[in-house]
T-cell receptor, first 112, second 115 residues
Framework: KQEVTQIPAALSVPEGENLVLNCSFT??????LQWFRQDPGKGLTSLLL?????REQTSGRLNASLDKSSGRSTLYIAASQPGDSATYLC???????????FGKGITLSVRP | DARVTQTPRHKVTEMGQEVTMRCQPI?????VFWYRQTMMQGLELLAY????????DSGMPKDRFSAEMPDATLATLKIQPSEPRDSAVYFC?????????????FGPGTRLTVL
C-alpha cells in the first residue's frame, strides 16, 4: 500500500527566505506526483504536477523535483512571502483509476 | 468563473441522523471525486465517478455511506446513520474529460460535526 509522508508537519520562516518542503513515498511505481496548496477553510489548488518521466517542474517562484527511485519529491519556494502561508500537500498517483494518495501536508507560516 | 460548489458548507448534527452532502461539478466535467479530510488521517479518497458511473468506492464504509450522481450536474454523499467519528471536512473535486491525469478541481468542502 502506498504511503506518503511529509515532515515536518509545520514550518515557520521569515519573509524572503528560500525554503524546501519534502515529500516521501514508499512505492516508487508512480504515474505522477502533484503538489497542492490549501488555504484555511478552503479546498485544494493544484500547484505543480510532475510526470514519472520528468525530474522537475517550475512555476514562478515554485520548483518541484522528483526522484522516483529514492521515493522523494521536494517543493522549493524562492523568496518566500507572507502570502505563501498555507498548507502544502503532495499526492502520488499509482495509475489505478487516477487514485491519489495524499500526504498530511506541511503547514507553512511566513513571518513578515 | 467556473468552480465546484458544495452544500452545505457546515453541518452540525446528532449521532444517528442522516446527512446528505451535495456537489455541483464544473459544467462539462465528467469525473467526480469525494474525499474526506481529518487531522489524524489526512485526505482520503472515498469514491470516484466517471460519466456518472462509480469506478472506485473502496475507500467508503459501505454500511453507512452511499454516493450517487443522479445527473451530470449533481453528486451526493449520504451518511446514514451518522456517527461522531464521521466528523471531518468532505471535499468534492471534478475533472474534465480527456484532461491530463489528476487534473482535479476542488470545491470548498463541507465541514461536518456529528455530536
Amino acid at each position: 500500500k502506498q504511503e506518503v509522508t511529509q515532515i515536518p508537519a509545520a514550518l515557520s520562516v521569515p519573509e524572503g527566505e528560500n525554503l524546501v518542503l519534502n515529500c516521501s513515498f514508499t512505492d516508487s511505481a508512480i504515474y505522477n506526483l502533484q503538489w497542492f496548496r490549501q488555504d484555511p477553510g478552503k479546498g485544494l489548488t493544484s500547484l505543480l504536477l510532475i510526470q514519472s518521466s520528468q525530474r522537475e517542474q517550475t512555476s514562478g517562484r515554485l520548483n518541484a523535483s522528483l526522484d522516483k527511485s529514492s521515493g522523494r519529491s521536494t517543493l522549493y519556494i524562492a523568496a518566500s512571502q507572507p502570502g505563501d502561508s498555507a498548507t502544502y500537500l503532495c499526492a502520488v498517483d499509482t495509475g489505478a483509476n487516477s487514485k491519489l494518495t495524499f500526504g498530511k501536508g506541511i503547514t507553512l507560516s511566513v513571518r513578515p | 468563473d467556473a468552480r465546484v460548489t458544495q452544500t452545505p458548507r457546515h453541518k452540525v448534527t446528532e449521532m444517528g441522523q442522516e446527512v446528505t452532502m451535495r456537489c455541483q461539478p464544473i459544467l462539462g466535467h465528467n469525473t467526480v471525486f469525494w474525499y474526506r479530510q481529518t487531522m489524524m488521517q489526512g485526505l482520503e479518497l472515498l469514491a470516484y465517478f466517471r460519466n456518472r458511473a462509480p469506478l472506485d468506492d473502496s475507500g467508503m464504509p459501505k454500511d453507512r455511506f452511499s454516493a450517487e450522481m443522479p445527473d451530470a450536474t449533481l453528486a451526493t454523499l449520504k451518511i446514514q446513520p451518522s456517527e461522531p467519528r464521521d466528523s471531518a471536512v468532505y471535499f468534492c473535486a471534478s475533472g474534465p474529460p480527456g484532461g491530463r491525469p489528476n487534473e482535479q478541481f476542488f470545491g470548498p468542502g463541507t465541514r461536518l460535526t456529528v455530536l
